[in-house]
């Protein structure tokens, strides 16, 4: 039976939105002995921290939870991003604009300034509204739970996907079900690289059951074992065989797994936080051309107003809709 010494997390925000990137979030973490793909499962890391999962805990603490939690219209994003930032000043992962944030935290990121100038030019300031100061102070203790139970910060990190991007990928592909898939195996691929035997935990993605097929396709060189397919778990197997080492890779979908999996929470923390930082540089470059202009959040009802407000300007300004309009 398998053993796997890392844990990878991955989980999206802003698949719904007319308006602004799809973003990938994903953080991995080092075990302090390797489990097996069940054990995985079975394995709380919010336990074995001694991490809040609940907003209330934060006063005693950082804490790891649903994004949908932590952040709301009406709560603002400072919440969101404190707890976010603890975890980026453990990595020493500070920034002082929004340019320098995305490079550290978005390797995987096909940078298209001269196609998409509304994330980065110019940068705005960074963070909103938590310090830099606080925020390593808050990171202390999570250094010493990490560091007492023999846990490492293996990646920490988002994949952003912008508006021209996701409009190929939905033009080759058919449906954004197949475009996030394709988006979420990049993610594996690049931590996998570096971390031969990896356990992968996923939210699931809709109401699907099957990713067998999917799997083998975007990982030609793996075969693909099934372990367990129903509608709230489905369960793979990947082995590169005859290579050093023989690489392997566990992959769970899992129905509602921000609420099992620490890592997933976090990784759904990550992608939300850039989300919204995306969309606070989107609407602050057009509120320069136009100061009038009411901000939006890029979902379909209020991102239909903001495009009837901006047709006029983003004429003058040369923006096609390819550029800056999700195709459904």
């Known amino acids: 039976m398998a053993h ?58 950082p804490v790891v939870c649903d994004s949908k939690t932590l952040y709301s219209p009406a709560r603002g994003v400072k919440p969101l991003e404190e707890e976010v930032l603890c975890w980026l000043a453990l990595r020493g992962l500070e920034a002082g604009d929004f340019a320098a944030f995305w490079n550290a935290l978005c390797p995987l990121a096909r940078e298209k300034r001269g ?5 980065f030019d110019p940068p705005e300031r960074f963070p909103l509204e938590a310090d830099w100061a606080r925020m390593r102070l808050r990171a202390q203790p999570l250094a010493r739970a990490l560091d007492q139970a023999g846990v490492g910060l293996a990646a920490l990190g988002v994949l952003p ?33 570096d971390h031969s035997n ?22 030609p060189e793996a075969t ?26 566990f992959v769970a979908f899992k129905e509602k797994g921000e609420g099992d999996h620490l890592p997933i929470a976090l990784a759904s923390m990550m992608a939300k936080y ?19 202009l009411k901000p939006t959040a890029g979902y379909y009802t209020d991102g239909k107003r903001w495009l009837d407000d901006t047709a006029g300007l983003r004429r003058a300004i040369g923006i096609e809709d390819g550029r800056i309009v999700r195709q459904k």
């Open 274 to 292: 850039l989300r919204e930082l995306s969309m606070h540089q989107f609407n602050a470059w057009f509120h320069k051309h136009d100061p009038a």
């Open 224 to 249: 693909v074992r099934v372990l367990h397919e129903s509608p709230k778990l489905s369960t793979y197997e990947l082995t590169v065989e005859g290579v050093s080492g023989q690489p392997r890779l």
């Open 4 to 61: 796997y010494q890392h844990i990878l997390g991955i989980d999206e925000a802003g698949l719904g939105p007319i308006l602004g990137p799809l973003t990938i979030g994903y953080s991995a973490f080092s075990l302090p002995a390797p489990l097996t793909g069940d054990a995985v499962l079975k394995l709380d890391l919010w336990q074995a921290l001694g991490l809040g999962r609940e907003p209330k805990d934060r006063a005693k603490g």
């Open 115 to 119: 196609l998409y100038d509304w994330y």
């Open 198 to 219: 990896l356990a992968v935990l996923c939210d699931r993605q809709g109401g699907r059951e099957r990713y067998g097929r999917a799997l083998a396709n975007e990982f």
């Open 161 to 193: 996907v912008f508006e021209g991007e996701l409009n190929t990928a939905l033009r080759r592909l058919g449906n954004k079900s197949r475009a996030e898939f394709e988006c979420i195996t990049r993610v594996i691929g690049h931590v996998w690289r």
